[in-house]
């Protein structure tokens, strides 16, 4: 470039999913200068730096101080692009202030905007959700599983194809939602839809094209090309596992993608069950430049009832009041280690004091410090195996290596002839006193160890399992709905917490074990408390938890999270989720707070 051209060329970069500065050498200490504005930018070439574009578009005011603004020059599709993302913030700001509170479609004109081929019911509130998501053109749906979130989202896309906004749907979901889609997708139009999982191919012809979050960042180029061939809706379903943002796989992959869509959705009925930063990545994807600046103003003073109030504009939620279902009676069982139990676990917990000490800024150690704590609460004995090939990534962990000198080696190998732990003796009188009543019950247990004891435990019940490992899951789902004899389904939350209804036919769980994920919890409590309950069905679900263990931690952090995420939301029924009834017995995913809380649980001089 010469003194005659431009001194500041903004375009996408080759993958069309960053902006691309290209300056001249005179500038090229000025490009640096600008960098520094954007915290996720960098220099590519001598002269060329690529900045995240929800980034650039979040601080596109640091061109002002660019020396030679008149003779900076735009790239035509990127310069498209950025004024329409920054219309789309300044809509945001208008439904913030109050300013457009017009509804472009009303719930009670909503059958009328529909497609001719849509053919689907829709509930009240289900009308009142699409409207709401129609009319703020880029959305959130906070509403709780069951709520139909699926069928409001195809709506919304009938609605938008009909006036021509867009014209097929990008839909990243767990694998375990690919059927919902489908059947939906069925159901709802004439004719059905043409929905296509994506095979690291691009289907041109697909109406509906379904990817996993894991498969998302290494299809990137594909998919992009995809959703630039035309107007297209992205969704995400189960927004919650891209909470990390741009920190994390899932959520760069996202981020990159959400600008190039013409219209952004996210479906998930726990948006921020760690606090504020899950609902900044959350808002970011949907109004990219302007989300997130949006909950950090919100969130500002630590008010949740003024930020509730001043988010509430942009998103629409269902809560399981509205949907008419009974409520849940949610009970914890306390129970206590018998002697030999407390000597193995205060004597683990001894070993970690000094060592969660030393590595509180290390996330890995001590997350694997509160797994081997979580096991020790319930069976010392999950110790000494470390994980299988089949524990999910989140909670593997090798076995606890204690030379045989140690004394906690002869206290463990003595274990298993004398105690057998007291949660597990909990599980089995639970489920045989709901066996005797006719009902089946659903055992969470994290560690497929835990699992597989307890399916030993319960085989008089006839015990359908699925975990990581499971290779006939749909056999053993199908076993567990259909069998009249098969009384108790036992899985892990990571494997069955999302995708799947289980209301049907079972009433009852019980947590042998929680971990830090509040959103999870939430999740796997909606398998057996959905849309479709009778008035008069009791659903029960009762946590064990052993007194002066890591039980307690969590369930202290829980109930802090669960209490934030309810204030957020404006809905009591997931402030009370985190204040269960006591009643008498007959990282996992870790934030700074967690970290506080076992570090003040280790360093007790005494625990019982």
Known sequence: MDRSGPSLVIGFDLTRTQARLQTVSRHRENLAS??????????????????????????????????????????????????????????????????????????????????????????????????????????????VPGAG????????????????????????????AYEAWQEESQKCFTGGLDVQVFDGRSTLAADVLLVNYERL???????????????????????HRMKLGTAGVYGAACMALGPLSTIRMILTGTPAPNGPKDLESLFAFVWPGRGKRVVNEAIDGGNLVHASRVLKPLYTRTTKQELGLPPVSLKMRMVDLPPL???????????????????????????????????????????AQGATKYEPLSLQVPPLEIPPSDPL???????????????????????????AQGRKTLVWASFVRSISTLETLLGDFRPAVVHGGTADREEQIDFFRSDPD????????????????????????????????????????????????????????????????????????????????????????????????EEPSVIAGMDAADVKALLRHVQKPELS
């Open 409 to 435: 080696y002869s206290l463990l190998g003595s274990l298993a002839e004398y105690e057998m732990p007291p949660k597990y003796q909990e599980v089995l009188a639970i489920v045989k006193e709901n066996s």
């Open 217 to 239: 960042d290494r299809s990137l180029g594909v998919i992009t090309e995809w959703i630039e061939s035309a107007p297209t809706m992205m969704i995400l379903d189960e927004a």
């Open 34 to 143: 600008l960098l520094a504005g954007f915290p996720g930018g960098q220099m590519t070439e001598r002269l060329a730096a690529a900045v995240p574009i929800d980034e650039f578009i979040g601080n596109i005011e640091a061109l002002t101080a660019w020396p030679e603004p008149d003779s900076v020059a735009w790239e035509e599709s990127f310069q498209t692009l950025a004024m329409e993302m920054i219309r789309d913030a300044e809509r945001s700001e208008r439904l913030l202030s109050g300013e457009d509170d017009e509804l472009v479609v009303r719930d009670s004109e909503l059958m009328d905007v529909l497609e001719p081929a849509w053919s689907g019911d829709l509930t009240a509130f289900q009308c009142r959700d699409v409207a709401k998501l129609v009319s703020l053109g880029h959305g959130a749906n906070f509403s």
């Open 341 to 383: 139990h407390r000597e193995i676990y205060d004597a683990i917990v001894g070993r970690y004091t000094q060592r969660a000490e030393r590595s509180r800024s290390d996330f890995d150690s001590l997350g694997k410090t509160v797994l081997r704590l979580i096991m020790a609460a319930t069976s010392p004995a999950l110790l």
């Open 149 to 176: 979130k699926t069928r409001v989202a195809l709506a919304g896309f009938s609605v938008l194809r009909g006036r021509g906004r867009v014209t097929r749907m990008l839909v990243v979901c767990p694998k375990s």
């Open 486 to 581: 098969c009384l108790v389904l036992i899985s892990n939350p990571a494997t069955l917490g999302e995708g799947i209804s289980l209301h049907q036919v079972c009433h009852d769980a019980v947590y042998v074990d929680r971990d830090f994920q509040a959103g999870r919890f939430l999740q796997s409590l909606d398998r057996i408390h959905r849309l479709g309950l009778a008035p008069d069905t009791e659903t029960r679900v009762t946590v064990l938890a052993t007194r002066h263990t890591v039980d307690e931690v969590v369930a202290m952090r829980l109930n802090e999270k669960l209490e934030f995420m309810g204030k957020l939301l404006d809905d009591a029924s997931v402030q009370q989720l985190g204040d269960p009834f």
